[in-house]
Nanobody, 124 residues
Framework: QVQLVESGGGLVQAGGSLRLSCAAS????????MGWFRQAPGKEREFAAA????????SYADSVKGRFTISRDNAKNTLYLQMNSLKPEDTAVYYC?????????????????WGQGTQVTVSS
């Protein structure tokens, strides 16, 4: 089992940047596919980005492609999401999640463990 704690959220102006971190507990972080999801008020949770165990396979939602970068440091048990050129529509609670599956996946049902979320607010 792995426990996840996100940090790095906050208030930023449109066009700005933020870097989210997700600290994982336990010795098996490197075995998990990791993902970032987000949920805006009144909307369903949606996929943002995912990364396989080695960092060699990345996937992104079309809405964040070219602006967000997912990465991981297995030695530090930490997942990152670098968010650039932020837009007001990026405002949401951002969650990191871990999956036992072999390949990165955009479906929330594929992820076994979730963090508590961190709020990102982008002002216009």
């Amino acid at each position: 089992q792995v426990q996840l704690v996100e940090s790095g959220g906050g208030l930023v102006q449109a066009g700005g940047s933020l870097r989210l971190s997700c600290a994982a507990s336990g010795p098996t972080f490197s075995r998990y596919v990791m993902g970032w999801f987000r949920q805006a008020p009144g909307k369903e949770r949606e996929f943002a980005a995912a990364i396989n165990w080695s960092g060699g396979s990345l996937s992104y939602a079309d809405s964040v492609k070219g602006r967000f970068t997912i990465s991981r440091d297995n030695a530090k048990n930490t997942l990152y999401l670098q968010m650039n050129s932020l837009k007001p529509e990026d405002t949401a609670v951002y969650y990191c999640a871990a999956s036992n599956r072999l390949y990165s996946d955009s479906n929330t049902e594929s992820y076994n463990y979730w963090g508590q979320g961190t709020q990102v607010t982008v002002s216009s």
